[in-house]
């Protein structure tokens, strides 16, 4: 086809049905999202491909292939900071507090520095990490330049997708035009742009698990682990037993945490992001709240290495957790 663009050869690969397509490899979804970052396709087509991996469901070489294509674009500059852990946070709480956050403030208390990366909100019965992080007094960087000099001084910096890396921001937005979600929800999440050693990845549909794992062994992720987190946030559920699916030195792992709690809680018929500092100062109690923080805060470290067992890990979570500084929540204070 003489007159074909060069970006319909991907599109033909996905939609030719049942017997006739099939997924891309990697370095075809490599060409194609770097098509679709550089401008060099037609809206038509743009909705086209996503609604097409949508349906069929993104492989691990894809989200590879989509992955690196986006980290080539990054405008990172020549020098990187010393980042340990890369956290998402892309879906937004519902039923419980997002109490993860005081697990990452535990583990910047501790020295381990975090970079989280994320949406604004979206939906209105959703609380996203943007106004819970206002709510603790902690600031929002407004660029990577500005998240890397955040962490080199206090060990903790937030970016939102729009200054992460604006063309994935309005590919999610066409969520609203589309009325789907698209493989760029999960793109962003392994985007790690300043190559931290260890990166800890929350979904909500557990088909997911084995597709964040296998992405992050081709990417040659040294230290991953993926959750089916409280509404698809990092945060474990301590009322329930969790899968956890690693990539520890290119080796995959599968380990499963129990529940700390024999029964249920009652989830709060009020998010009141004043309880998270309320928590952390120790103005009050929340055994749920507690034992989030705890078991997050736990399946981080041992992902890192930090620990050899899952006990040992849920040990030292609850020793730095009764140890904290109340009195100051990290993230704001130079080091």
């Not at 208390?109 to 990366?117: K, L, Q, T, Y």
């Not at 929002?140 to 000099?149: G, P, V």
């Not at 529940?259 to 309320?278: P, T, Y």
Request: net charge negative.
């Amino acid at each position: 086809m003489e007159n074909q663009h060069p970006f319909a050869q991907y599109i033909r690969t996905l939609g030719r049905g049942k017997k006739g397509s099939r997924a891309l490899t990697e370095d075809e979804a490599y060409e194609a999202m770097s098509m679709i970052l550089d401008g060099h396709i037609e809206p038509e087509q743009l909705g086209a491909f996503l609604m097409l991996v949508r349906v069929k469901e993104e492989t691990p070489a894809e989200v590879a292939g989509f992955v690196r294509a986006v980290r080539e674009r990054l405008p990172l500059g020549g020098h990187l900071p010393v980042v340990d852990l890369d956290w998402s946070s892309y879906a937004g709480k519902r039923r419980h507090l997002p109490w993860f956050l005081l697990s990452v403030m535990l583990l910047v208390e501790n020295g381990i520095r975090v970079f989280m990366h994320g949406l604004e909100g979206r939906k209105d019965d959703r609380i996203y990490t943007p106004a819970a992080l206002t709510a603790l007094g902690l600031p929002i960087s407004t660029s990577l330049s500005d998240a890397a000099q955040r962490i080199e001084h206090t060990g903790f910096a937030y970016l939102n997708l729009d200054q992460l890396c604006p063309r994935l921001q309005q590919l999610i937005d066409l969520r609203e035009l589309l009325g789907l979600r698209s493989p760029v929800h999960t793109v962003s999440r392994l985007i790690n742009p300043f190559q931290a050693p260890c990166v800890m990845q929350g979904i909500f549909h557990p088909g997911y698990l084995e597709i964040h794992q296998g992405a992050g062994e081709l990417l040659q992720q040294p230290r991953l682990s993926v959750i089916k987190g409280d509404g698809g946030e990092i945060e474990m559920n301590p009322d329930a037993d969790s899968r956890v699916l690693s990539v520890i030195n290119g080796e995959l792992k599968e380990d499963t945490w129990p529940a700390m709690f024999s029964k249920r809680h009652i989830k709060d018929e009020q998010l009141d992001l004043g309880r998270l500092l309320q928590l952390w100062r120790g103005d009050i109690n929340d055994e749920y709240g507690t034992g989030a923080i705890i078991l997050t805060c736990a399946v981080t470290l041992h992902t890192m290495g930090r620990v050899n067992t899952l006990n040992e890990a849920k040990e030292l979570a609850s020793t730095w957790w009764q140890k904290r500084n109340t009195s100051l929540l990290p993230g704001t204070m130079h080091r």
